[in-house]
């Protein structure tokens, strides 16, 4: 079946330290990929997207970058600081042609140490 | 400032009660989202809308329904039906380009 899946539930980084969290995709036919940001009990905060006729796509202090030979998309933070701390979710919208209707994988929780 | 609200932000339930989680959008987005959320899972979705007066199924809507009268409201209730009430949802809009902006959701316990 289709999935999105995050190689690891929980990623501890160095403050100042850059951060990469990866995530895998099972749908080759996804053009559309997206990255939330969650803090504890609120919504998830779009980050920044890509679609699948990009390879790399640059905003502020983050960076995604997508390989569609493996079906890997991964998210770089640069200079990585406390407020950066929350879960991370890769997204994408499958086959539905929708961008609203995403499939999100299960989450990377970034931790930052001082 | 434009945004998504969802109330409440935490809502008790006794089990065998329907209950209905608000969701408010200014943003003037013709499509809305209702999302699921578990501990330690990512988001899966119960029910969309595209337009007024019209809904769709989503991945897990058994035990749930919406209604969309107005462009600016996306309710969802919550039956006794839904086996697993107990969890964090999450209601989203979106525009033309597609951009999904989720409110601050509602976490409902059912006992």
């Known amino acids: 079946g289709e999935s999105v899946g995050l190689h690891l539930p929980t990623l501890s980084v160095q403050e100042g330290d850059n951060s990469i969290i990866n995530c895998a995709y099972s749908?080759?036919?996804?053009?559309?990929f997206i990255w939330y940001k969650q803090e504890s009990g609120k919504g998830p905060q779009f980050i920044i997207d890509?679609?699948?006729?990009?390879d790399k796509r640059q905003g502020q202090r983050v960076t995604v970058l997508l390989n569609k030979t493996v079906k890997h998309l991964s998210l770089q933070i640069a200079a990585t600081q406390p407020g950066d701390s929350a879960v991370y979710f890769c997204?994408?919208?499958?086959?539905?042609?929708?961008?609203?209707?995403?499939?999100f994988g299960q989450g990377t929780t970034l931790q930052v140490k001082p | 400032d434009g945004g998504i609200t969802q109330s409440p932000k935490y809502l008790f339930r006794k089990e065998g009660q329907n209950v209905t989680l608000s969701c408010e959008q200014n943003?003037?987005?013709?499509?809305m989202y209702w999302y699921r959320q578990d501990p330690g899972q990512g988001l899966r979705l119960i029910y969309y809308?595209?337009?007024?007066?019209?809904?769709q199924k989503g991945d897990i809507a058994e035990g749930y329904s919406v209604s969309r009268e107005k462009k600016e409201s996306f309710p969802l209730t919550v039956t006794s039906a839904q086996k697993n009430p107990t969890a964090f949802y999450l209601c989203?809009?979106?525009?033309?380009?597609?951009?999904?902006?989720f409110g601050n959701g509602t976490r409902l316990t059912v006992t």
């Open positions: 989203a809009s979106s525009n033309r380009e597609g951009t999904l902006h």
């Open positions: 943003l003037n987005h013709d499509a």
């Open positions: 890509i679609r699948s006729n990009m």
């Open positions: 809308s595209q337009i007024v007066n019209d809904f």
């Open positions: 997204a994408d919208q499958g086959n539905s042609g929708n961008t609203g209707k995403l499939i």
């Open positions: 749908n080759s036919a996804s053009d559309y």
